[in-house]
């Protein structure tokens, strides 16, 4: 979870990404608070302009804070909305209550702890009194576009908090007035006071000592690789070089070399990267041009390559975005067949709801949305990248995405930008 804040009183969230596929929230506590949302708007069309906002990216940063949740939100023609979502916090008699409940049930608060949120912990808490997911009325919008009722903007915010609510459930337990670490003290208080019941008169449940216990600090970053690249020798000498040799050429030649090493390297130790397979010269000659180099090396680079300098920036654009594997999608159209456009073809017809989906032509690895500067292609390791038209080629807008809605998206997404 992206967050840049964290306090007793507030959490900011910074801006998620585009959503994936067709679906908000994959918990069923995030699928409840959207069905919160869906029996609380009068107008349902505002709940799908809500949802294809936030799917586009356009919901900034969300505050949450005790009672209140709030963004900014864009419109798709540019224009921004503050929008806010109030839900009622519990009172402090019921916080007792649910402190009493969850210090008698010490799995409870394991269970939050681990980021989940079982099913008898909300069954426990509404026996109790206390309903921490909000019902049929309790989302009530306040946005500065006017509108009454939920609006596209605070639809677009309560899918995004469904999002957050998927990977911490204590988001939602902040809403409703407590903190998560001053929540865990007050447990941790309790579980300590003397003359407190417990289920056996002797030993310590290994849940409950889990749950009140101090939480580890996070492990130290991995050492051994440096913050940056080493700089080369300098070539820069008296001694002037020797007949046929480009001093600049070797001396941008070396510093890529490091760059591609110190890349290399960090891969290793995240574990994250597999070998790549041999690049050839035409790739490698784009590998060197995303360096950036002098005017006069990146035309040798383009003449080397088989590229004009147009041509050369469109691949470097790629291989920023992906390296030899977003590089192969832009220059190469390969037919989509069998098996492979069975697959191609389920992924897009589940990706949109059916009143949401766009009309695509397809061609080759290539589906072009009808009467829209956007295309999808389809690389061969199953994922979808995204295009746009720039003064009439296809260039690729942004990174690979395994579901088509996502991709395109992020289009949709980065032409709005530009529009603002």
């Not at 906002?53 to 356009?58: M, T, V």
């Not at 026996?127 to 019902?135: E, K, Q, R, T, V």
């Not at 056996?200 to 849940?207: H, I, Q, R, Y």
């Not at 090396?297 to 790629?318: I, N, Y």
Request: proline residues 7%.
């Amino acid at each position: 979870m992206n967050e840049y804040t964290d306090t007793e009183t507030e959490r900011t969230f910074a801006a998620l990404p585009p959503a994936q596929g067709r679906g908000f929230a994959q918990t069923w506590w995030g699928r409840a608070w959207l069905k919160a949302l869906e029996d609380t708007a009068l107008d349902s069309v505002q709940v799908k302009a809500g949802r294809r906002l936030a799917r586009a990216g356009a919901v900034g940063a969300v505050s949450v804070r005790p009672g209140r949740i709030t963004a900014v939100v864009q419109d798709r023609d540019g224009a921004a909305h503050r929008a806010d979502v109030l839900l009622a916090e519990l009172s402090d008699e019921q916080w007792d209550r649910f402190l009493d409940m969850a210090v008698e049930r010490a799995g409870h608060v394991a269970a939050l702890l681990d980021r989940d949120m079982p099913p008898h912990l909300v069954e426990d808490a509404a026996a109790a009194g206390i309903d921490l997911l909000p019902g049929m009325g309790e989302l009530e919008p306040e946005c500065d576009c006017g509108a009454w009722d939920h609006c596209g903007h605070t639809a677009a915010l309560c899918h995004q908090v469904a999002r957050l609510l998927d990977q911490d459930p204590f988001v939602l337990l902040l809403m409703r007035g407590r903190a998560e670490r001053p929540l865990l003290d007050a447990l941790q208080e309790r579980s300590a006071t003397p003359g407190t019941p417990t289920a056996e008169p002797t030993g310590v449940d290994a849940a409950e000592a889990y749950a009140v216990g101090d939480i580890l600090p996070p492990l130290p970053a991995p050492a051994g690789l440096p913050e940056r690249p080493g700089v080369p020798p300098s070539l820069d000498t008296e001694a002037p070089p020797a007949p046929g040799i480009d001093a600049a050429a070797l001396e941008f030649l070396a510093a890529r070399t490091a760059a591609e090493a110190h890349r290399l390297l960090a891969d290793a130790l995240r574990a994250e990267a597999a070998p790549e397979t041999e690049l050839t010269m035409a790739q490698d000659a784009v590998r060197l041009a995303a360096g950036d180099p002098e005017a006069a090396v990146a035309v040798r680079l383009a003449d080397g390559s088989g590229r004009d300098r147009e041509q050369l920036s469109r691949a470097v654009r790629a291989w920023r975005l992906g390296g030899a594997a977003a590089l192969a999608v832009c220059e190469e159209e390969w037919a989509v067949e069998g098996e492979t456009l069975a697959r191609a073809r389920a992924a897009l017809d589940s990706a949109w709801e059916e009143d949401e989906r766009p009309t695509l032509r397809a061609t080759a690895n290539r589906w072009t949305v009808v009467g829209a500067p956007s295309q999808l292609r389809l690389g061969r390791d199953g994922r979808w990248w995204p295009y746009r038209k720039e003064q009439g080629r296809w260039t690729p807008a942004g990174g690979a995405a395994q579901d088509p809605a996502t991709a395109l998206a992020s289009v949709e997404a980065s032409g709005t930008e530009e529009a603002v």
